[in-house]
Structure formats: C-alpha cells, structure tokens
C-alpha cells in the first residue's frame, strides 16, 4: 500500500469542537482540497504551537497528514487575520459566520474549488470595512451559488424566459418569475431588488450602494437566504442569526 504523504493548503477554519483531553476537531475549508476534517493535537493547551492560528476569520497555510477518517495539521502559519473589525461587531461577526456556514454547505471533501476559498477570504476582507454586512453576505451566497451551478435568473422569467422587469421570485424555480409563470407561493419583490441581486452576483458593489434601501436590501437577503437554503436542503443556522440581529 503506498505511503500517505503530507501537504500544505491555505485554509480558513469553518468550526470546531473538543475532542480527546487536549485536542480539537477543525474542520476547514481549504483552497485544493475541498473540505478536511482534521485533528489538531495538543492546542487545548495553554502552550499549543499553532492552537491561536486555528480559530475562524484567519487565511492560514496549513500543513495536514492525511488519515483514514481524519486527518492530522502538523502546521500553520498566518497568511492574513481578518478577525480585526470583524470578532467585536455583532453584525459583522454574524455575517462572518454565514459566509462560513454557507461555504461549508456549497463544499465537498476532496473538490477543488478555488473560486470559492477566495470569495470567502475577499468577503471577510469586505466585512472588515463594510457599513452593511447583510450585503456583503448576500454577494457572497450569489456569487457562489452562481459558482456551483445554480445561478439565478434575476432579469428573464426563469421559467418560460420572459424578459422582464417582473415581480416575483420563486427559489425553487431560480429567481424572476412573470405572471404568467408565477406558482403558488412566490414573493412579491421590486423588480429594484432583482437588480440589485444582479449588481452583487457580479461584483459591482459600489452600484449596488446607491440603491440598496433599507426595505431594498431587506428584501434582497430575504431572496438570497431562501435561494441558499432551497439548494441547500436544510437551514443555515447563520442566516437565521442575522435576521433575529
């Protein structure tokens, strides 16, 4: 049987959770690797070498031991900290979270997926400075949704390719539905807040601003959250903290 050979990754750490005297279970997201459920021994202890660098809202190089059902980190280094503006701000903080729930929701083991690693350390870095985290978590769901293959229709109806403007949205259908089209159970949204939705997924952040009004952008998470969490099939414990925020 061949060898298993150690490797080194950028990762953020999505949770964690006690494990053994003295050890923890933290679960990343890495760059190349998909999502790794590893065993970082020792970092329960006042002494631990790296145990302040395994902590969520930190870009680290990690050096991981592949194993059966788990692997082991052997190493960290701090690539850059976002926790600064982000840890002592409930909403930003909440919003940090999210990105990390929904990222570990859009995740596999051993996938590569690039994109969405660096979408979420450009997200924290966004929340950093960012008067409107909501925002920022919205961009980042649309966006890597869009990623993985479940982009939504935010201008056509997503049924029948009407052009718009309409008025409603449907998750399970993906996105703008027209009249015609429009199932039991739609939203009624401003056609305002479709644009908006189109503005984030693709990055214009500062045109997104200018319109984003408070009932705007309430109803532009309201949409994204559900779209997530239809995909998804199951809630994302994160969203629902920012709503109750």
Known sequence: MASRQSYRDRAVVV?????????????????????????????????????SRLQPFVDIDVQLYPGRSLSTITGADTVAYFGSGIIDDFDKYAAGC?????AE???????????????????????????HPSLVVDKFILRATDNAGWGLSLF?????????????????IGGAVCNNCRPQGSAEID???LHVMWLLQHSHVAAALQVATGTIAAQVHRMTSAHLQWHAEQGVKSLKIMEQA
């Open 191 to 193: 056609p305002e807040s």
């Open 98 to 102: 999210a990105i990390l729930e929904s």
């Open 15 to 51: 949770r964690t959770y006690d494990f053994a005297e003295a050890d923890r279970v933290i679960v990343l997201l890495t760059r190349h690797h998909g999502l790794v459920r590893a065993v970082a021994k020792g970092v329960r202890r006042a002494k631990s070498r790296f145990g």
């Open 156 to 172: 056509d109806c997503a049924n029948c390719q009407k052009p718009g403007p309409h008025r409603a949205f449907h998750a399970a």
């Open 105 to 131: 929701k859009l995740s596999y083991a051993d996938h590569e997926d690039p994109f969405l690693f660096d979408e979420v350390t450009a997200s924290f870095g966004e929340l950093q400075k960012a008067q």
